[in-house]
Nanobody, 117 residues
Framework: QVQLVESGGGLVQAGESLRLSCAAS????????MGWYRQAPGKQRELVATVSSGLRTNYADSVKGRFTVSRDNAKNTVYLQMSSLKPEDTAVYYC???????????WGQGTQVTVSS
């Protein structure tokens, strides 16, 4: 099992920045993907950004150039630096962990990000 604990959500105004963190603990395999998904009210959960243990990144088109995903493998922590936030970025952001060898996926409890106009 893998436990994910998120922090850093909150209420900001449009144009401001916010940083999310997610610490993983438990049975963490060395070959994995960590990252972030989000779900807005009435919408499906969607990819925001992921980063592999080999530091390969993947971004949704809607956040490219504004968000940066990074990780600290020594701390088993993934970060999401969000800049130039827009009201449409408002959602619950979920931390994500996937073991690449087995395909098992784990989710955090979610953290609310609200961007006011």
């Amino acid at each position: 099992q893998v436990q994910l604990v998120e922090s850093g959500g909150g209420l900001v105004q449009a144009g401001e920045s916010l940083r999310l963190s997610c610490a993983a603990s438990g049975s963490i395999s060395s070959i994995n993907v960590m990252g972030w998904y989000r779900q807005a009210p009435g919408k499906q959960r969607e990819l925001v950004a992921t980063v592999s243990s080999g530091l390969r990144t993947n971004y949704a088109d809607s956040v490219k150039g504004r968000f940066t995903v990074s990780r600290d493998n020594a701390k088993n922590t993934v970060y999401l630096q969000m800049s130039s936030l827009k009201p449409e970025d408002t959602a619950v952001y979920y931390c994500y962990f996937k073991r690449l060898m087995s395909g098992y996926e784990y989710w955090g409890q979610g953290t609310q990000v609200t961007v006011s106009s």
